[in-house]
């Protein structure tokens, strides 16, 4: 059974960074695309970034240059680096996994999720 669990999130101002992780089990990250979502209080989820098994990367226009999606295959472990945060950052972030090679933005495109781990931007 694949499991997804994230962490690192909480509050921080704006201006600053944070890291969050997502570490699976039941599946090599390797092998699959992998995403990072996010939905902010009263929003519809929405695609933060995703990372192909080839390693190709792709981001969301809001958050190109900020962020940076990583994987570390060692440790079965995706990244999502977050820096000159904004107070419109502020969401529950979730990662997720699909059973093929390639990105997709769509959540119905994903079919494992984690739990979520909230990021509070202060203005």
């Known amino acids: 059974q694949v499991q997804l669990v994230e962490s690192g999130g909480g509050l921080v101002q704006a201006g600053g960074s944070l890291r969050l992780s997502c570490a699976a089990s039941g599946r090599t990250f390797s092998r699959y695309a992998m995403g990072w979502f996010r939905q902010p209080p009263g929003k519809e989820r929405e695609f933060v970034a995703a990372m192909a098994s080839s390693g190709v990367r792709t981001y969301a226009d809001s958050v190109k240059g900020r962020f940076t999606i990583s994987r570390d295959n060692a440790k079965n472990t995706v990244y999502l680096q977050m820096n000159t945060l904004k107070p419109e950052d502020t969401a529950v972030y979730y990662c997720?996994?699909?059973?093929?090679?390639?990105?997709?933005?769509?959540?119905?495109?994903?079919?494992?999720w984690g739990q979520g781990t909230l990021v509070n931007v202060s203005s």
């Open positions: 997720a996994t699909r059973g093929q090679t390639w990105i997709e933005r769509r959540p119905l495109d994903y079919d494992y």
